[in-house]
């Protein structure tokens, strides 16, 4: 693997079949009783978050501390950042304090990108988010969900997602995730399709290696799986679309639309969920919805990233194993 990890798009196919199976690996460790592999021992990362996170947050936090690593959580808020420090400050500080590797959400589409490559900072980068940019460890969660809703735990060791097909629904003009998983699913052989509001489809997305579609009843019918995608009001600056009702009524999935998914297709959100406008309580409740699935596969997905990242040329395999036998 490269020494950053800042865009899905950066990742070759042998890369994220490496990733997925690590992960698969390190999933192991969190069935055991003690939770914990000695791998990042002494190692110390920064989770450097300029922009609120629940999820994103806690699931590197609890990667990092069941790799047995040193965590330092920073948030901008209560910082001097709030003063005014600038991004090159904080990260020469970190570096002053020796942080073997750092863990970046920002608001700025690059941010992540310019600490990787200002020389500001001497330790891998990983990209939790930036912007409307790229959010490459949800895309590789999402990725790892899939294989093993659609492939199986076993039998996807070292395969793709070839031949699968993926729609995509809602705000994907504001949506990171929208990005990293066209992105990351084309790498891994999918098929994967845009279905939003013609005022929520980016600008440019005829060069994207997906396909679009403006009805969400033509395309469920052939869908392997449906990620629904959060409205981000909080980064509009226009009225995108009429009502939340008309919203809802056109591109929101319930129960009667999940009924037309081919019977083995799966319901994904990479949260926060807004229950009632693009998925109804019926559909999140239920059995083919792995919202909490994803949750438990982003820490063995982000474990497995840091591992690669900082933990030596030995497979996770060994490693895991050896451990439990001890």
Known sequence: MKRHLISAA??????????????????????????????????????????????????????????????????AKGSSVSKGESLKDTAQTLEAMGVDAVVIRHHASGAPYRLANSGWID???????????????????DAFTMRRRLVGRDAGIGKGLDGR???IVGDVLHSRVARSNVDLLHTLGAEVTLVAPPTLVPVG?????????YSLDDVLPKSDAVMM???????????FFPTEREYSRRYGLDAGRMARMPEHAIVMHPGPMVRGMEITAEVADSDRCTVVEQVA??????????????????PAVTTARTEENK
């Open 229 to 239: 995608l959060r409205v981000q009001r909080e980064r509009m600056n226009a009225a």
């Open 205 to 213: 997305v005829e060069n994207w290696p997906c396909e679009v579609s």
């Open 297 to 314: 596969n982003g820490v063995s997905i982000r474990m497995a990233v840091l591992y690669l990242l900082l933990g030596g040329s030995e």
């Open 10 to 75: 950066d990742l070759t196919r042998d890369d994220a079949v490496l990733i997925l199976d690590t992960a698969e690996e390190m999933a192991r460790v969190a069935d055991r009783p003690i939770k914990k592999l000695p791998t990042l021992r002494g190692r110390t990362i920064c989770n450097l978050f300029f922009e609120d996170s629940t999820r994103t947050r806690i699931s590197f936090e609890a990667a990092e501390k069941r790799l047995s690593a040193d965590v330092i959580n920073f948030a």
């Open 123 to 141: 330790a891998p980068v990983i990209n939790a988010g930036d912007g409307t940019h790229q959010h490459p460890t949800q895309a590789l969660l």
């Open 165 to 167: 097909r993926i729609t």
